[in-house]
T-cell receptor
Framework: DQQVKQNSPSLSVQEGRISILNCDYT??????FLWYKKYPAEGPTFLIS?????DKNEDGRFTVFLNKSAKHLSLHIVPSQPGDSAVYFC?????????????FGQGTRLTINP | NAGVTQTPKFQVLKTGQSMTLQCAQD?????MYWYRQDPGMGLRLIYY???????DKGEVPNGYNVSRLNKREFSLRLESAAPSQTSVYFC?????????????FGPGTRLTVL
């Protein structure tokens, strides 16, 4: 039972255009959502997060949108740059449990074409 | 600041052998985590330690044991390795579990069990 799903295994975008990565979740108890970026042979690095009390969070070129009623979040990268080519994971957690147990999606491989 | 460090980087085991994966963090974080990453499945939580002196099972704990040696170090032990444990293992830490904060990941250990 996959509680967090990223249905697109890969995405290819032209440099300078917008990249939109999508993520769906099923557990309505999740209240904190994160995006991680991963390069080959490295650990995931934190990109941006959003709590369930917000519907948008912005950090430079990265914006995360949360639609609680649809149980859907998306990551927008604009403009896309070649260094953005990586695998992106969305993750969700239920706070107040004494530990932050992240549940990850399968990942989306983003390729930015020059 | 080295962040989260893991040793070894690579390991090949034969079925039935045992080994311990080491993890240390220098960020004075309270919580530490072990994940495994398999192709097409994202990262899955094996065990976690919300604070020094406590450990708990995650989503996929079977075949593993952990030790929170002190605040800095959290080790993962495979007592009798099986081919199904071939994976990339990531250790992570966060300031505090159960709150809105991100986890920081180590570079990973690539384990092959023959």
């Amino acid at each position: 039972d996959q509680q967090v799903k990223q249905n697109s295994p890969s995405l290819s975008v032209q440099e300078g255009r917008i990249s939109i990565l999508n993520c769906d979740y099923t557990n309505s108890m999740f209240d904190y959502f994160l995006w991680y970026k991963k390069y080959p042979a490295e650990g995931p690095t934190f990109l941006i997060s959003i709590s369930s009390i917000k519907d948008k969070n912005e950090d430079g070129r990265f914006t995360v949108f949360l639609n609680k009623s649809a149980k859907h979040l998306s990551l927008h990268i604009v403009p896309s740059q070649p260094g953005d080519s990586a695998v992106y994971f969305c993750a969700a957690s239920e706070t107040g449990q004494g530990a932050q147990k992240l549940v990850f999606g399968q990942g989306t491989r983003l390729t930015i074409n020059p | 600041n080295a962040g989260v460090t893991q040793t070894p980087k690579f390991q090949v085991l034969k079925t039935g052998q045992s080994m311990t994966l080491q993890c240390a963090q220098d960020m004075n974080h309270n919580s530490m985590y072990w994940y495994r990453q398999d192709p097409g499945m994202g990262l899955r939580l094996i065990y976690y330690s919300a604070s020094e002196g406590t450990t708990d099972k995650g989503e996929v704990p079977n075949g593993y044991n952990v030790s929170r040696l002190n605040k800095r170090e959290f080790s993962l032990r495979l007592e009798s390795a099986a081919p199904s444990q071939t994976s990339v293992y990531f250790c992570a830490s966060s300031e505090q579990g159960g709150s809105y904060n991100e986890q920081f990941f180590g570079p990973g250990t690539r384990l092959t069990v023959l």
